[in-house]
Structure formats: structure tokens, C-alpha cells
């Protein structure tokens, strides 16, 4: 009878627990996996603070405005979200002009504007709003896309782009750009068009690497190439990377027992290294485990979107799918040596307020798309 009653109970609990969440078009599934993410976040975030809780609690409140916004997000019917795109790309590019003119340096950068009470980096909102125009704009022409459509997606790409690259902001360029390609890709291009563009793109990055990049830019792809050439200067960060996720083994040497985090060794541990104090507490289980967990985000988004009816939703939603992709085969790549270091922050995880927060209001986005896939026209 007792048990018979816990059964009961625990069903009602979970049938009230799935109308809630419908009703708020919340993807129960997905919201568990990236909560599961933003725990471990904040545990790590503690370790790699030096025991800073104040570091913690800012963390935790980016995390909360995250999560309400992708909760508000989450309401708005795919109509709405693509009327609003336009203007959205609209807004993001006038922000990014004002940065130019009047934005707050920080770290030789240009990339923030400060509001008296916050500072936040308005090429952050480019990776919503750069795909979500490139959908718009596709929404209702034939696919494969045309010739002129090419250019004008092209033309919706490469501006914000090229103005994130002169701040200079080399990682959010290149996020903003993919975020954008993939929309493109996902509508279907002809096998002679993708090796035209490979093409193109490679003369773009030799274009790029002589005329936009900064000395310092260029110096981190030859210190990825050799990063013994320079152990104490360019190629400190990753030797010191690779040398606490090496060092964790399989297991980790125990939270809070990292030699090269707890004693300051490894820079940037808070944010953009944040990966190599898993590595180094944790091991290669540790690492395992988290990476499981995104590789989840990834697959339920990617079928989230196979389940949308209307161009504007998939190829979205495909694209927010593929840009959480980027950003953690990125920061983990930088971090293990495997790719040059562009300051690209691990989801959900590193330090930081704007990324996070555009993060979660992707996946509001993507739980609206879903959640209206039948309304959507």
C-alpha cells in the first residue's frame, strides 16, 4: 500500500511538473541539461576564483537574468520573432557603430559600451540577431537559395563581422560569422557553391591575416604552431593549459587540489581556461562527463529543430544548435593546444555576463520555435 502510494505520488508529481513546463514552453529535457552545465559552472567557478564567493554570486545572478530572459523569450510566438529580426540586426548594427565612435577600452579593445551601472558588448547581441536575419530573409524565397539572395546574405554576414574584427574581437567575429554560414548552409547549397566558397574563404583568411589582423592576433596562431618558442611570453598560456589538464590523469587530482589553478600558474582560469581546471581537478572523466553533457545540448537542440515546420524555425534553430557546438569545440580546442587561442568562453561555464546571458536567450528563442512549431506560418 505504501508503495503503491509513493507510485502515486511521484506520478502526479511528474504529470503536474510536465503541464507546468508546456505551459510555460519549456523544454523539460533540455533546461535539465544545462542546468546540469550551470551547476558544475558554478562549482568549478569557486575552485578557479581562489574561493572567491563574490566571483560565485555574480556568476549566479548572470545565470538567473539568463534564465529568466530565455523563460521570456520562450513566450514570444515565432511570428513575432521574425517581424522583429530585421530591426533586431537593425538595432545590433547601430550598437556596434556606437562602440566604434564611443565605446570603453579595456584590455587594448574596444568593445563594450558602459552604462553607468553595467557595461555589456553589444556584438554579443550579433549572434542572435545575424542568424536570425539571414532566416528572415530566406523565410519565404525558394531554397536552395539564388545567386542574389547569396549576396545579400553574404552582405548580412560580413558587416557585423568586419566591425566585431576591428575592435579587434577575433573570437566573437568568427562565432558571429559561423552563426550566420550555418543558416546558409542548413538551406542547402550545391556541391560546386561550397567549393567555390571554401575557396573564397581561403583567400579571405589570407586577405585577412595580411591587412585586418593585429600583431598580436597573428601571434597567437604561430604560438598555437609553437608554443615552445616563446614559454614565457605568447606561449605561456598554453603550456600552462595543457600542463593542468595533463597533469589531472584520468581522475583529476580532487576538487580544489589543482597545483596549477590554486597557485595561480594557469592565467585566465576564471574565464576563457576555465576548461583546464576541470581537466586538472577532475581528469579525463570529469572532462567526459561534461563533454557528454553538451554533446546532449547539441542532439536535443538538433532535434528540436528537425521537428519545425516553416524555413525561419529550422534553419534558426539548426544554427543556435551549431553555434553552442562552436563555442565548445573552440574554448576546449584553444585550451588543449589543438586550435589558437581567440578568447572564445566555455558555455555556461566561464566567467562572463553578456555571453551567457545571449546564450539562454538562444535557447528561449529555439523553445519558442518549438513550442509554436505548429502555430508557425
Not at 589538464?245 to 597545483?259: A, C, E, M, W
Not at 544548435?321 to 569545440?329: M, N, R
Request: aromatic content about 10%; some cysteine; glycine content about 10%.
Amino acid at each position: 500500500m505504501i508503495r503503491e502510494n509513493v507510485e502515486s505520488t511521484s506520478t502526479r508529481a511528474l504529470t503536474l511538473t510536465a503541464r507546468v513546463l508546456s505551459t510555460l514552453r519549456i523544454d523539460g529535457p533540455l533546461v535539465l541539461a544545462l542546468s546540469s552545465i550551470a551547476l558544475i559552472g558554478l562549482l568549478v567557478l569557486y575552485s578557479a576564483s581562489g574561493g572567491n564567493w563574490a566571483v560565485v554570486l555574480r556568476g549566479a545572478v548572470r545565470l538567473l537574468l539568463g534564465g529568466l530572459l530565455m523563460l521570456v523569450l520562450a513566450q514570444i510566438r515565432p511570428s513575432m520573432l521574425r517581424r522583429i529580426s530585421p530591426f533586431m540586426y537593425g538595432a545590433g548594427l547601430l550598437l556596434l557603430l556606437i562602440v566604434e565612435l564611443v565605446g570603453d577600452v579595456g584590455k587594448g579593445a574596444q568593445r563594450w559600451l558602459d552604462l553607468g551601472f553595467m557595461r555589456f558588448q553589444p556584438s554579443e547581441i550579433m549572434k542572435l540577431a545575424v542568424p536570425m536575419a539571414c532566416a528572415w530573409w530566406l523565410h519565404e524565397r525558394p531554397v536552395p537559395p539564388s545567386p542574389s539572395s547569396l549576396v545579400i546574405l553574404a552582405a548580412l554576414i560580413v558587416l557585423p563581422t568586419g566591425l566585431v574584427m576591428i575592435q579587434p574581437d577575433l573570437g566573437t567575429s568568427l562565432l558571429i560569422a559561423m552563426a550566420g554560414l550555418t543558416v546558409v548552409f542548413l538551406a542547402g547549397l550545391s556541391l560546386r557553391l561550397i567549393v567555390s566558397l571554401m575557396v573564397l574563404a581561403v583567400a579571405a583568411a589570407w586577405a585577412g591575416w595580411e591587412f585586418l589582423l593585429r600583431e598580436y592576433q597573428r601571434q597567437r596562431v604561430l604560438t598555437f604552431l609553437n608554443p615552445e618558442a616563446d614559454p614565457l611570453g605568447s606561449g605561456y598560456h598554453i603550456i600552462q593549459s595543457t600542463i593542468a589538464i595533463g597533469s589531472g590523469g584520468v581522475f583529476g587530482k580532487g576538487y580544489l587540489r589543482g597545483s596549477q589553478s590554486q597557485l595561480e600558474f594557469l592565467p585566465e582560469r576564471s574565464t576563457d581556461f576555465v576548461f583546464a581546471v576541470i581537466g586538472e581537478e577532475f581528469g579525463l572523466l570529469g572532462i567526459l562527463i561534461l563533454l557528454s553533457l553538451y554533446l546532449y545540448v547539441v542532439a536535443r537542440s538538433l532535434w528540436l529543430a528537425n521537428q519545425m515546420r516553416d524555413t525561419y524555425a529550422r534553419l534558426l534553430a539548426g544554427s543556435f544548435a551549431a553555434l553552442f557546438f562552436v563555442y565548445v569545440f573552440i574554448n576546449a580546442g584553444m585550451v588543449s593546444g589543438l586550435l589558437p587561442v581567440v578568447g572564445v568562453p566555455l558555455p555556461l561555464i566561464s566567467y562572463g555576463g553578456t555571453s551567457m546571458v545571449t546564450l539562454l536567450a538562444g535557447f528561449g528563442i529555439l523553445m519558442s520555435l518549438y513550442a509554436n512549431r505548429k502555430l508557425a506560418a
